[in-house]
């Protein structure tokens, strides 16, 4: 019989590239620290939930799937968009062109995974995600391999990296950014969710537990905002609980949504899709943008700003709507279309 598809995940992927999108739409300033408190966390979480216990035994294997979820999407994606940069600069996307110099460089740093466009902006999930993968599988391959894949051996490993990263801010040398709290954050939450597909306890009532874990956030982001990139020192341990707690808070709320038909169509369709948000969704912006100048008669050079600095309240709601959808047009038009015009 063929197994059914939990689509708990997919749910959850959906609700936090939704909340990705809203944090980068100018939204109110505490919206933006409530879903900054664990919206990234959780797709580390669940990406560690995912990983196969085969991969352990076969490292090849298991370091070449998990690198090319990210790598590949990162290079192909950042150089889709190097070649567009000149275009996007003169429709005032960019301030400025790239020599070649600049491009040839810009390309380089596209296959090291140490730059990208700013219209990529949020592929550094996909950097961090690389290296946080490829060091949670050799992790957890030397335990399965020396006989200790152990519950209490995994969440050793888990604090011993809090306890590293924590302290890495007091470091005396300067390392570059894909090997800072960062990307370490990563591999911890990452790590805690293949714990946590393990151990994990599913409540009777999962959405009432949900909804009461995301009033912990909801009230620390009253006092703080704290992000994966801004979290380091005393901050890492505390970020990680909040973290920790609207991540499981996040899933238990999906849990509860898959008996919904309706919720689980559409927020399954989102969630399949979170790549494609990731890399559409700033140029989406730029549609609202370029509206709203040109109804308001700005300049055209605040075109650059992603979102436009503006005085309304509402137009954050806009931006997220228009980010998603457009994004997702623009999965359809490049995988569904040609497919039925194949057909036909």
Same mark, same amino acid.
């Given at each position: 019989?063929?197994?059914?598809?939990?689509?708990?995940?997919?749910?959850?992927?959906?609700?936090?590239?939704?909340?990705?999108?809203? /944090?980068?739409?100018?939204?109110?300033?505490?919206?933006?620290?409530?879903?900054?408190?664990?919206?990234?966390?959780?797709?580390?979480?669940?990406?560690?939930?995912?990983?196969?216990?085969?991969?352990?035994?076969?490292?090849?294997?298991?370091?070449?799937?998990?690198?090319?979820?990210?790598?590949?999407?990162?290079?192909?994606?950042?150089?889709?968009?190097?070649?567009?940069?000149?275009?996007?600069?003169?429709?005032?996307?960019?301030?400025?062109?790239?020599?070649?110099?600049?491009?040839?460089?810009?390309?380089?740093?596209?296959?090291?995974?140490?730059?990208?466009?700013?219209?990529?902006?949020?592929?550094?999930?996909?950097?961090?995600?690389?290296?946080?993968?490829? /060091?949670?599988?050799?992790?957890?391959?030397?335990?399965?391999?020396?006989?200790?894949?152990?519950?209490?051996?995994?969440?050793?490993?888990?604090?011993?990296?809090?306890?590293?990263?924590?302290?890495?801010?007091?470091?005396?040398?300067?390392?570059?950014?894909?090997?800072?709290?960062?990307?370490?954050?990563?591999?911890?939450?990452?790590?805690?969710?293949?714990?946590?597909?393990?151990?994990?306890?599913?409540?009777?009532?999962?959405?009432?537990?949900?909804?009461?874990?995301?009033?912990?956030?909801?009230?620390?982001?009253?006092?703080?905002?704290?992000?994966?990139?801004?979290?380091?020192?005393?901050?890492?341990?505390?970020?990680?609980?909040?973290?920790?707690?609207?991540?499981?808070?996040?899933?238990?709320?999906?849990?509860?949504?898959?008996?919904?038909?309706?919720?689980?169509?559409?927020?399954?369709?989102?969630?399949?899709?979170?790549?494609?948000?990731?890399?559409?969704?700033?140029?989406?912006?730029?549609?609202?943008?370029?509206?709203?100048?040109?109804?308001?008669?700005?300049?055209?050079?605040?075109?650059?700003?992603?979102?436009?600095?503006?005085?309304?309240?509402?137009?954050?709601?806009?931006?997220?709507?228009?980010?998603?959808?457009?994004?997702?047009?623009?999965?359809?038009?490049?995988?569904?279309?040609?497919?039925?015009?194949?057909?036909?």
């Amino acid at each position: 019989m063929e197994k059914v598809r939990d689509r708990t995940l997919d749910i959850a992927k959906a609700i936090c590239i939704i909340l990705m999108v809203v /944090g980068h739409s100018g939204c109110p300033t505490y919206l933006y620290n409530f879903l900054y408190l664990f919206h990234m966390p959780c797709f580390f979480f669940i990406s560690g939930w995912l990983l196969s216990d085969k991969y352990l035994d076969d490292l090849k294997t298991g370091l070449l799937k998990k690198a090319q979820g990210s790598y590949v999407p990162f290079v192909k994606w950042t150089l889709i968009f190097l070649l567009f940069h000149n275009v996007f600069a003169s429709m005032h996307i960019y301030a400025d062109s790239y020599s070649w110099q600049t491009f040839i460089e810009r390309v380089v740093r596209a296959f090291t995974m140490t730059g990208g466009e700013s219209l990529l902006g949020g592929f550094w999930f996909l950097i961090s995600l690389f290296w946080a993968s490829v /060091g949670a599988v050799l992790f957890l391959h030397f335990l399965h391999k020396n006989q200790i894949l152990t519950f209490i051996n995994i969440w050793g490993g888990v604090i011993l990296l809090l306890i590293i990263t924590t302290f890495w801010h007091y470091l005396p040398i300067s390392l570059p950014q894909m090997f800072g709290e960062q990307t370490l954050l990563a591999t911890i939450f990452y790590l805690s969710g293949y714990a946590c597909h393990k151990q994990i306890i599913e409540p009777k009532h999962p959405a009432i537990y949900g909804a009461t874990l995301l009033v912990i956030p909801a009230i620390v982001a009253i006092f703080l905002h704290i992000g994966m990139t801004e979290a380091e020192g005393w901050l890492v341990p505390l970020y990680y609980f909040i973290a920790m707690v609207g991540t499981i808070g996040i899933l238990w709320l999906s849990k509860s949504l898959v008996t919904d038909k309706v919720a689980t169509r559409i927020l399954g369709y989102i969630g399949d899709k979170t790549l494609y948000i990731l890399i559409f969704h700033f140029l989406a912006f730029k549609l609202v943008s370029f509206i709203y100048i040109h109804c308001t008669k700005m300049p055209i050079e605040l075109l650059e700003q992603s979102p436009v600095s503006v005085r309304n309240n509402w137009i954050w709601v806009v931006y997220s709507l228009t980010g998603i959808g457009l994004s997702l047009l623009a999965w359809e038009l490049i995988h569904s279309m040609p497919l039925k015009l194949r057909k036909k």
